[in-house]
T-cell receptor, first 111, second 113 residues
Framework: DAKTTQPTSMDCAEGRAANLPCNHS???????VYWYRQIHSQGPQYIIH???NNETNEMASLIITEDRKSSTLILPHATLRDTAVYYC????????????FGPGTSLSVIP | SAVISQKPSRDICQRGTSLTIQCQVD?????MFWYRQQPGQSLTLIAT?????????ESGFVIDKFPISRPNLTFSTLTVSNMSPEDSSIYLC??????????FGPGTRLTVL
């Protein structure tokens, strides 16, 4: 079973920040939070991951609460190309650990 | 990062036949995985493709239906055997790199008539 809960869907105005929440209250000390997205008819794309500190890369920022029970993925200036299903996943930081997908959040960026 | 390709990209098959899907990675990866994505749903893990040994299957998936090969660190195949219309799905492979990030192929869209 997926270890995370996310809203089913969200809308965001183009050019505004998209804030996607994720709850992972049962996360273990050695588990990281990963975010992937799947644009229609494509394979999932890795976005970002983190353990307990906030992380930022060229795609997004990841904010993890101090108790690590929830996190937020931030797309700072959403574009129409960011319309996708976003998956929040917790897993061990190791290539052998499986990526188990939940239902994710369907983000629609609106002109 | 790793670039993953799959062949074929799509196929239409008759029930009772089998289809083998190929997954090629442009660099050596420690682990490879196969997923199924049924229409309108999330991805479901089928199995872990182990190099040099038998694949490890998730609950609900069996080797006779989904035989998997992984002859080296850059290539794997998944066969969908004795197909029925319920097997119509997108099949995706993924590979884990030294950066501990899973990269995914574009998927193979299978339609069974």
């Amino acid at each position: 079973d997926a270890k995370t809960t996310q809203p089913t869907s969200m809308d965001c105005a183009e050019g505004r920040a998209a804030n996607l929440p994720c709850n992972h209250s049962t996360i273990s000390g050695n588990e990281y939070v990963y975010w992937y997205r799947q644009i229609h008819s494509q394979g999932p794309q890795y976005i970002i991951h983190g353990l307990k500190n906030n992380e930022t890369n060229e795609m997004a920022s990841l904010i993890i609460t101090e108790d690590r029970k929830s996190s937020t993925l931030i797309l700072p200036h959403a574009t129409l190309r960011d319309t996708a299903v976003y998956y929040c996943i917790v897993r061990v930081y190791a290539s052998y650990d499986k990526v188990i997908f939940g239902p994710g959040t369907s983000l629609s960026v609106i002109p | 990062s790793a670039v993953i390709s799959q062949k074929p990209s799509r196929d239409i098959c008759q029930r009772g036949t089998s289809l083998t899907i190929q997954c090629q990675v442009d660099s050596q990866v420690t682990m490879m995985f196969w997923y199924r994505q049924q229409p309108g749903q999330s991805l479901t893990l089928i199995a872990t493709a182990n190099q040099g040994s038998e694949a490890t299957y998730e609950s609900g998936f069996v080797i006779d239906k989904f035989p998997i090969s992984r002859p080296n660190l850059t290539f794997s195949t998944l066969t969908v055997s004795n197909m029925s219309p319920e097997d119509s799905s997108i099949y995706l492979c993924s590979g884990g790199t030294g950066e501990n990030t899973q990269y995914f192929g574009p998927g193979t869209r299978l339609t069974v008539l």
